[in-house]
Antibody, heavy 122, light 107 residues
């Protein structure tokens, strides 16, 4: 069964750091691009970052560039999002998702985790 | 960056109705357009990719069309389980931006 499970969210003070994790199972993790998306309370989806299977290709949204870094560990079937200098505006539910086609990044996100909540507040 | 604009932002309809949601890109994205359905408290689910290809397992009452800058999602006959929020996403250029969403409510 193909599955993604996020963890690492929580309550953090402004300026703090968190590392989110996404554990993948049921598919050949290293074959797929993986993506992080977030959704602020009551708002729409915001694409954050993706990474290729071999970690040689990454892209990050300007809104978080320089503060958030995507990475992966294929040996442990895990995806990460390192978040630094957190702000109140980063408060959201953070999802990891799999690109639908192996090796591609343009074909939709077909598997999503349940999300992990990050709250940035003093 | 490519901006995605959906209309309407919300829509009331009845079971059995035919519904169309529109998504417009700020520049051509060819057919690199995906549609998602999201129910309250749940993660989004992929409905359609490449503008018009139905994801496996998605009922045939859902269809997508368009290319370039203008796209539509059509539900031919609304079912009770279709009341949800629908979002488009372009995957032509990074960042793979989403539309703001369309909330489909029961009339």
């Amino acid at each position: 069964q193909v599955r993604l499970v996020e963890s690492g969210g929580g309550l953090i003070k402004p300026g703090g750091s968190l590392r989110l994790s996404c554990a993948a199972s049921g598919f050949s993790f290293s074959d797929y691009y993986m993506t992080w998306i977030r959704q602020a309370p009551g708002k729409g989806l915001e694409w954050l970052s993706y990474i290729s299977g071999g970690s040689d290709h990454t892209k990050t949204a300007d809104s978080v560039k320089g503060r958030f870094t995507i990475s992966r560990d294929n040996a442990n079937n895990s995806l990460y999002l390192q978040m630094n200098s957190l702000r109140a505006g980063d408060t959201a539910l953070y999802y990891c998702a799999r690109e639908r086609a192996p090796g591609g990044s343009s074909y939709g996100l077909d598997v999503w985790g349940q999300g992990t909540t990050v709250t940035v507040s003093s | 960056d490519i901006q995605m604009t959906q209309s309407p932002s919300s829509l009331s309809a009845s079971v059995g109705d035919r519904v169309t949601i529109t998504c417009r890109a700020s520049q051509s994205i060819r057919n690199n357009l995906n549609w998602y359905q999201q129910k309250p408290g749940k993660a989004p689910e992929l409905l359609i990719y490449a503008a018009s290809t139905l994801q496996s397992g998605v009922p045939s009452r859902f269809s997508g069309s368009g290319s370039g800058t203008d796209f539509t999602l059509t539900i031919s006959s609304l079912q009770p389980e279709d009341f949800a929020t629908y979002s488009c996403q372009q995957s032509y250029n990074s960042p793979h931006s989403f539309g703001q969403g369309t909330k489909l409510e029961i009339k």
